[in-house]
């Protein structure tokens, strides 16, 4: 018998307001979940090894996203005999840089600082590629450049120029420098790697050379504070970073890329600090100051100002 089909010559298409607010969920929970990393790094502030901390989560990640590693493998997208620098190289900027050194900042710094210092990962990336010859950087970038910076010295310095001349002052901070600088090289480096294969496929490897980096400083941890290392606590730490501000996190950021492109799924840079920000005070009795604030305007627009063309 012969069904017969409705008549959707006159069906409505979903309203566009579904999909805006698919994006904005998915981006308020990818922020909150990047902005847990952050968080956990002050909270713990230092009780859990940091090395450990970032080697049981890039493990977590490696090993959680491995399937799509090896289904890359085998049909040929990603050629290891070729890649094997690379992907090594990619772990160390965007993994080891952004694991232990983070975990060890959140002693001294707050989670604030760390996720505005982040924010400037972008500049960061435009100004390498203007030197590379890349990108062109014309004046509104360079004055967005400008104000992004004037936001990061004014939040690291807490608004007095001279604790850059202390010994040992704001370390934590320039931890997160460097941190975000490795995150930076990173950005440049990641999508060059064996382009044909999907996010999840090489993140999960690059997470495997992150891990293997942070190995040899974590296996001294284990060695010297194995109570420090194998305890509940930090087990329950291991778990939280490797599923939250890892896989769903990294997962909610390929869908987002996949279903809205990658210059909406951007936005998450924007949203990432406030997310941080609002954590930190509900979890951590943190709140924002005045200086944060006025950095984060002034960092969040000058990226906005950076990436207009």
């Known amino acids: ?20 607010a698919a994006a904005l969920i998915g981006f308020i929970l990818v922020a909150v979940g990047q902005a847990s990393n952050q968080v956990l790094a002050r909270g713990l502030a230092g009780s859990v090894p940091p090395f450990s901390l970032a ?9 959680g996203l491995a399937p799509f590693a090896i289904a890359a ?35 001294t710094t707050t989670a604030i600082h760390i996720a505005l210092i982040f924010a400037l990962s972008p500049i960061m990336v435009l100004l390498i ?9 014309g004046p509104l970038q360079w004055l967005g450049t400008a104000l992004a910076l004037a936001g990061a010295l004014l939040i690291v310095s807490g608004g007095h120029l001279e604790t850059f001349t202390e010994a040992g002052a704001a370390w934590g901070d320039l931890l997160v420098v460097l941190a975000m600088l490795g995150w930076s090289g990173y950005t440049l480096v990641q999508s060059r790697v064996a382009p ?11 997470s495997a050379a992150g891990a293997l980096c942070s190995l040899p400083p974590a296996i001294n941890e284990m060695w010297t504070a194995p109570a420090q290392v194998f305890n509940a606590r930090a087990c329950e730490a291991y778990v939280f970073a490797g599923l939250v501000p890892g896989l769903i996190a990294y997962a909610g950021f390929a869908w987002l890329g996949a279903k809205f492109g990658s210059v909406r799924t951007s936005l998450v840079l924007y949203v990432a600090p406030i ?24 960092i969040l627009g000058g990226v906005w100002a950076s990436l207009r063309k």
């Open 73 to 107: 493998i085998r049909d040929g997208r990603i050629p290891l005999a070729q890649n094997a620098w690379p992907i090594l190289l990619a772990g160390f900027l965007g993994m080891f840089l952004c694991g232990g050194p983070v975990y060890v900042a959140g002693i």
């Open 275 to 298: 997310a941080s920000a609002l954590l930190s005070w509900i979890i951590l009795g943190e709140p924002p100051k005045l200086i944060h604030l006025v950095g984060g305007l002034l």
């Open 1 to 20: 018998m012969d069904a017969k089909l409705p008549d959707t010559s006159s069906a409505k298409p979903p309203a566009a307001g579904w999909n805006d």
């Open 129 to 137: 590629s203007a030197a590379l010859g890349i990108e062109h950087i």
């Open 196 to 206: 044909r294969a999907s996010l999840l496929a090489r993140v999960s490897l690059f």
């Open 55 to 63: 080697f049981f989560r890039w493990s977590i990640i490696a090993i």
